[in-house]
């Protein structure tokens, strides 16, 4: 076995390198993160999937605006409004399809799900049970990627296929994480092995709060709610980063395990679908830190700390504040809120709702005292989603890949948009520091 204290040796002069001035990205105008100037994304594609609108333009200026998010063409809180029972296959029909289903193509849908929730022959036996991990979506990437063994036509391209490959996914990603969680909960926390089979008869919400307790019971509110957070999690954009990864892994013309599985691993990183968990032990830090989490003036001074780098992670993030796009607000953050304060009242927690939402307005004041009062920065749907999640008692080990259930349907959707529509691979360039630099 190699010593780990030669690794830690050679990685300073691995980080010399690798390390490039940040000054010659302005100087050449680069686009980090594909980030304009002002902060905007820079346009690559077309998509009919979803919209994003944090801000508008006024005089070339950039304009801050309350957010709105589209899944096809419909606003997040008409579908909402619209959608009765459970909305969660509404929505993943919506996203793949183009339009809310009727009654009949709803049922065959939803038929057609629960054909495939079960695993293939001796999988979770060969593949989740032999082979666990201690993070659930590094266990629901590999099981992806070992779903292409038992598929019959793993890279038959033709859309029939896709749409088979994609909806299988949809139905699986549930007992997935389920049979993860499990499994991880029992060989790394020491707990009992509980394996529960999916039901034909229960839609998504209901199959996962099935599956992963102990005794399969749920309330009728719990499972509502969990719907919701599929529902809002399921489509933001083709620019966020896991969405971004299909698109360019699917442009290489690789089979729909390797594109989903890449944007699983996207959605794992803590910058992205990773930051609900991050949320959590941040306020974990908080509550144990503050002699009084009342005491706004003292959470100030810790957020403050947080954000200089000088406790908790030392990453300078407050977790579940900012977004890329939204900047007054972030419309699936406004939703959440909401549900979050009716569940906090109902289970007696109302006190740690207020200490989220004095987060969200303490940071606010902050970056308001430091940028200029003009300066806007919003929660983030990572802020609340985390609480309704530990209101509902799921443990925070299925926060992403719960996430990345709720997002599945989407990455289809731009995979099949992709393929359809963009035949050329994605390919953009950069500068060799070496010979074409601007000095």
Not at 53 to 73: S, T, W
Not at 278 to 287: F, G, L, R, T
Request: aromatic share 10%; proline share 3%; net charge neutral.
């Amino acid at each position: 076995m190699v010593n780990n204290e030669w690794f830690k040796k050679v990685s300073s002069q691995a980080v010399k390198t690798n390390l490039i001035d940040s000054s010659l990205y302005k100087k050449n105008e680069i686009k980090c993160g594909l980030r304009n100037t002002d902060g905007t994304g820079v346009i690559v594609g077309f998509t009919k999937i979803g919209a994003v609108h944090g801000y508008k333009f006024k005089n070339n200026e950039k304009v801050p605006m309350p957010g709105q998010l589209y899944y096809r063409d419909l606003e997040i809180n008409d579908i909402i409004k619209t959608l009765k029972g459970n909305k969660f296959e509404q929505t993943m029909y919506l996203l793949i399809f183009g339009n809310l289903p009727r009654e009949e193509e709803l049922y065959e849908f939803k038929r057609i799900l629960a054909k495939y929730r079960q695993l293939p022959k001796g999988f979770t036996e060969n593949m989740i049970l032999k082979n666990p991990s201690g993070n659930v979506m590094n266990k629901l990437q590999r099981s992806i990627l070992a779903l292409y063994s038992n598929d019959r036509d793993p890279e038959l391209m033709t859309i029939d296929n896709i749409l088979r490959q994609s909806i299988q996914l949809i139905a699986r990603f549930p007992t997935i994480i389920s049979y993860g969680y499990q499994a991880k909960a029992h060989y790394f926390d020491h707990q009992s092995l509980r394996l529960h089979q999916p039901q034909d008869h229960l839609d998504t919400a209901e199959n996962i709060l099935y599956m992963i307790r102990d005794d399969n019971q749920y309330t009728k509110l719990e499972a509502e709610i969990l719907d919701l957070l599929l529902l809002v999690h399921a489509e933001h954009g083709g620019g966020n980063n896991s969405a971004f990864a299909t698109h360019v892994v699917s442009s290489s013309g690789t089979d729909t395990y390797s594109a989903i599985s890449a944007a699983v691993g996207s959605l794992k990183g803590p910058k992205h679908g990773g930051a609900n968990k991050c949320v959590q032990e941040m306020v974990d830090y908080i509550e144990k830190t503050l002699d009084d989490i009342d005491d706004k003036d003292e959470l100030k001074t810790c957020l403050e700390n947080i954000l200089d780098r000088k406790c908790f992670d030392q990453t300078g993030l407050i977790y579940g504040m900012g977004h890329a796009v939204y900047t007054m607000s972030d419309p699936r953050a406004v939703i959440l809120k909401e549900k979050a304060k009716v569940l906090s009242i109902e289970k007696g927690q109302l006190e740690k709702y207020q200490m989220y939402e004095n987060i969200e307005k303490l940071t606010r004041e902050i970056f308001k005292e430091r940028k200029g009062e003009v300066f806007e920065i919003c929660a983030n749907v990572d802020l609340y989603s985390g609480f309704i999640y530990e209101l509902l008692n799921i443990p925070n080990d299925l926060y992403t890949s719960i996430f990345a259930t709720a997002r599945v349907g989407s990455w289809c959707a731009h995979r099949i948009e992709q393929i359809i529509s963009d035949k050329k691979i994605i390919r953009p360039a950069y500068l060799s520091i070496k010979n074409e630099i601007k000095e």
